[in-house]
C-alpha cells in the first residue's frame, strides 16, 4: 500500500526521502515522488514504476532542501500515471500533499475547489481543499479542512511560505513521527526511521501533528494541544515490518480486520443495498448480458473462488463454474459472449492464471493486472509470508461484492442486500473476537501437533473453507490433511478414520447444521478425536465436540470471511509448535511463475 516519508532538519533531505522510500518498497507500489522545499520554493519529482527510476529521472536535476515529503503510490484512483502520482500540489505549487488513503467525498469538494485538476485522484481535491481553506496559517487550514473530510487518510502537507514546518494528519492510516536531535522524521511506520532515531511518537486517529525544527505539537481536530508519549523502538529492519510480531504469518493473520475494511470501503451503496466496483469497466447494459459466470484460479484462490461459487449462484442465479487455472488452461472451455471469466490472483504473476480475461489481484502493476484490462485490487497490502492469509480473505470480499453487484441486477432485493452490507459492516470487529481466540488455538495446536494425519470437514460454503483450512495446515506443517465435503465422507474418506485420525469440523449454525451434526456423529462412531469450529454459545456442539472454537454469528455467506480465521491461526500455532519455518515453507514459492 502507498508509503509516506517525510524530514525537516539540518541534513540535506534528498538521501533520506529516497532511502525511506525504499525502505517503504515491501509495502508494495506503482510509482513515487518526492517534493522538497527551498528557498520558499517547492520542487516535484514524479516517476512511474520503481524507486530507481524515479532517481534516474531525479539524475541531474540539482534539487536540494533540508525540507521535504515523498510517496510510494498504490494506485486507487485513477491509472498508474504521472500525472496521478504523488505529491499532488495545489495553489500553484505553493501547496504540496503526499496521502495514503481514499477521501470518501471527494466529489462534494471538488465542487468547492478551483481547478484546473491535473490527476484524477482524490489527493489532488484534498491538497486543493486543504488549500482553499489557507488564510495564513498552514496547520489550522489542515484543521479546518479535515473536519468536512470523509473517508480515510495519512497525508503529510508542506506550504512555500512555511519553510520550516510540516503538517501531517491521521484518520485510519498509520503515521508515526521520528524524533532526532533539532530533526524529525515522518513516516507511515517505522521502517524508513529506524537508520536515524529510536524515537518515535506514533499519531493516532483524528490527530494533527505540527512538526518544524524546534519542536513537535500534536493536536485533535477540536485544536486541542495532546501531550504524546515517546517510545523507543528496539526493532530491527525486518522486526519493524513484522509490526511487532513473531513471523510475517501472524502478523498477517492480525491484519485482517483492517485490510477486510479496505478491501469494501467506497465499494458498496447502501441505500441502494449494492455494490460498485468500477473496475469491471461494464456497463449496466454489459453487466445485464451476462449469462454464466467462470472463475479461475490455484490454490488458496480457488477456494476463494469456489465460495464465490455459492454466492454468485445464491444471489444473482447466474451458473457459476470454478476452474483451477492448469486444467482451464488445457480444456476446451466453453467461453462465449455471455459468459464473464474472473482470473484471481494474489501475486498477479501465477502463470496459469495469466490467460484471464478479468483480474482481480493484489500485487499492483502485476503482469495479469496489466494484461486484463480491467480488474480489481483486493487492498490486502504486501502479503510476504509465503501461505496466503490476508490476501485469501480481500478475495473473498471482492468476490462477494461482485455477486451482491450482480445479484441485484437479478433476484436479490434490496432489503437483502441491504442486510448483506450491513453485516460487512459488522465484520472486522467480528474478526478481532475471533483473533482474541489466539492463544488458546495455540494450546490446541500444541495437542495436536503429533498427529501424521488431518481430515477437514465442511458443507455448504463451509466446504472450501475446510479445503482452505486443510491446505494451509499441509503447507504450514507438512501433516497430511485432506478436506471432504461431509456429505461426501461416508462415501470412502471415513474408511481411514480411526483414533489417530482426527478431524476438524466446521459446524456452525447455518441451514446445513443439522446435516454437519450427524456427519461428526459419525466421527465419533469412529473414535476419532473432534475439533469444532462452532457459533457462539452452542452447546449442543460443545458435547460432541472434543474442542471446540467459538465464532461470531453472521449471514450463511459471510461465514467464510470468519470460520476462515481459527483454521489459519491452527494451522500457524501448529507449524511453530513443530519449529517449522512459517513463512518459508519447504518447497513452496510466494509466485508461481512457471506450469
Ligand atoms: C497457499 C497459497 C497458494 C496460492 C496460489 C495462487 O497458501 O498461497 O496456494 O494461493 O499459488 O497464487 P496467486 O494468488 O498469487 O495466483
Not at 195 to 204: A, E, N
Not at 210 to 234: M, Q, S, Y
Request: aromatic residues 8%; glycine residues 8%.
Amino acid at each position: 500500500m502507498c508509503g509516506i516519508i517525510g524530514y525537516i532538519g539540518k541534513k540535506e533531505a534528498l538521501p533520506i526521502l529516497l532511502q525511506g522510500l525504499r525502505s517503504l518498497e515491501y509495502r508494495g507500489y506503482d510509482s513515487a515522488g518526492v517534493a522538497l522545499m527551498h528557498d520558499g520554493k517547492i520542487e516535484r519529482i514524479r516517476e512511474v514504476g520503481k524507486v530507481d527510476k524515479l532517481v534516474q529521472k531525479i539524475g541531474a536535476h540539482k534539487i536540494s532542501g533540508n525540507i521535504g515529503i515523498a510517496h510510494t503510490r498504490w494506485a486507487t484512483h485513477g491509472g498508474v500515471t504521472e500525472a496521478n502520482a504523488h505529491p499532488h500540489t495545489a495553489g500553484q505549487g505553493k501547496l504540496v500533499l503526499a496521502h495514503n488513503g481514499i477521501i470518501e467525498n471527494y466529489r462534494e469538494l471538488k465542487e468547492k475547489v478551483k481547478g484546473p485538476f491535473e490527476s484524477e485522484t482524490d489527493t489532488e481535491i484534498l491538497a486543493k481543499w486543504i488549500f482553499h481553506n489557507y488564510k495564513g496559517d498552514l496547520a489550522q487550514a489542515v484543521k479546518n479542512a479535515l473536519r468536512q473530510v470523509r473517508g480515510t487518510y495519512g497525508i503529510a502537507v508542506m506550504h512555500a511560505d512555511h519553510p520550516d514546518e510540516i503538517v501531517a494528519a491521521r484518520l485510519g492510516s498509520p503515521l508515526v513521527v521520528g524524533i532526532g536531535e533539532d530533526e524529525y522524521y515522518l513516516a507511515s511506520d517505522v521502517t524508513p526511521i529506524l537508520p536515524y532515531t529510536k524515537r518515535v511518537t506514533f499519531l493516532d486517529d483524528g490527530e494533527i501533528a505540527v512538526i518544524n525544527r524546534r519542536g513537535l505539537k500534536i493536536f485533535n481536530l477540536k485544536d486541542e494541544l495532546i501531550a504524546k508519549g515517546v517510545t523507543n523502538i528496539d526493532w530491527n529492519v525486518e522486526e519493524a515490518q513484522k509490526g511487532g510480531f513473531e513471523n510475517f504469518m501472524l502478523k498477517e493473520i492480525f491484519d485482517q480486520p483492517t485490510v477486510f475494511g479496505d478491501a469494501i470501503r467506497g465499494r458498496f451503496d447502501v441505500k441502494e443495498g449494492t455494490a460498485k466496483l468500477g473496475g469491471l469497466n461494464m456497463n449496466l447494459e454489459e453487466m445485464q448480458k451476462v449469462k454464466r459466470v467462470i472463475l479461475i484460479a490455484c490454490g488458496t484462490a480457488s477456494y476463494a473462488c469456489m465460495i464465490a461459487k455459492y454466492v454468485f449462484e445464491k444471489l444473482s442465479g447466474l451458473p457459476t463454474e470454478v476452474d483451477v487455472s492448469s486444467e482451464f488452461r488445457y480444456r476446451n472451455p466453453v467461453v462465449d459472449e455471455h459468459t464473464l471469466v474472473f482470473a484471481v490472483s494474489q501475486s498477479g504473476e501465477t502463470i496459469d492464471t495469466l490467460m484471464a480475461l478479468r483480474g482481480i489481484v493484489n500485487v499492483v502493476g502485476s503482469t495479469i493486472a496489466r494484461e486484463a484490462g480491467a480488474g480489481t485490487y483486493t487492498h490486502a497490502g504486501p502479503e510476504l509470508a509465503v501461505a496466503s492469509t490476508k490476501a485469501y480473505t480481500n478475495m473473498v470480499a471482492i468476490l462477494l461484492l461482485y455477486a451482491l453487484e450482480f445479484g441485484r441486477l437479478h433476484h436479490t432485493t434490496l432489503e437483502e442486500g441491504q442486510e448483506m452490507i450491513q453485516n460487512l459492516l459488522k465484520i472486522p470487529e467480528q474478526m478481532n473476537e475471533i483473533l482474541k481466540n489466539s492463544e488458546k488455538i495455540k494450546t490446541l495446536a500444541e495437542k495436536y501437533k503429533n498427529y501424521r494425519d488431518f481430515l477437514f470437514l465442511g458443507r455448504g460454503i463451509n466446504y472450501p473453507v475446510a479445503l482452505e483450512g486443510s491446505l494451509k495446515l499441509k503447507e504450514c506443517t507438512y501433516i497430511h490433511s485432506e478436506a471432504y465435503a461431509a456429505g461426501e465422507m461416508k462415501h470412502g474418506a471415513i474408511a481411514l478414520l480411526s483414533p489417530d485420525f482426527p478431524v476438524l469440523a466446521i459446524m456452525t449454525k447455518n441451514r446445513l447444521y443439522e446435516k454437519m451434526k450427524s456427519n461428526v456423529e459419525e466421527v465419533r462412531a469412529r473414535k476419532s478425536s473432534v475439533l469444532i469450529i462452532a457459533s457462539e454459545g452452542d452447546r449442543e456442539a460443545k458435547e460432541l465436540a472434543d474442542d471446540i472454537i467459538y465464532v461470531p454469528q453472521t449471514l450463511e455467506l459471510l461465514e467464510p470471511l470468519l470460520n476462515t480465521i481459527p483454521l489459519q491461526l491452527f494451522a500457524y500455532h501448529t507449524a511453530v509448535a513443530l519449529g517449522r519455518d512459517v513463512d518459508r515453507p519447504r518447497n513452496l514459492a510466494k509466485s508461481v511463475t512457471v506450469e
